[in-house]
């Protein structure tokens, strides 16, 4: 998430979101094309997986919402756990 979600790609990090923020993330990495996908994510580590990253960012919103989420909900996203 940290990276795809926050458009500061770092390797360790963490980040607070609330599932409204994914959403709009998810909003905005699906409206782009696969070149403007490849170029936003270029500097990442999973640069090669940038077509994935719109189904995983829908994915992420609605497990959230199945889960019960409220959309104003802060969470701590972090790409590793200690």
Not at 72 to 81: A, E, V
Request: aromatic residues 6%.
């Amino acid at each position: 998430a940290i990276g795809l979600l926050d458009q500061k790609p770092v390797t360790f990090g963490a980040a607070e979101m609330s599932r409204d923020d994914i959403e709009r993330a998810a909003k905005a990495v699906c409206s782009l094309d696969q070149a403007g996908a490849a170029a936003r994510f270029a500097a990442t580590n999973d640069a090669a997986k940038a077509a994935n990253f719109c189904g995983d960012t829908v994915y992420i919103a609605a497990l959230l919402d199945a889960l019960g989420f409220d959309e104003r909900s802060t969470m701590t996203m972090t790409n590793k756990i200690k």
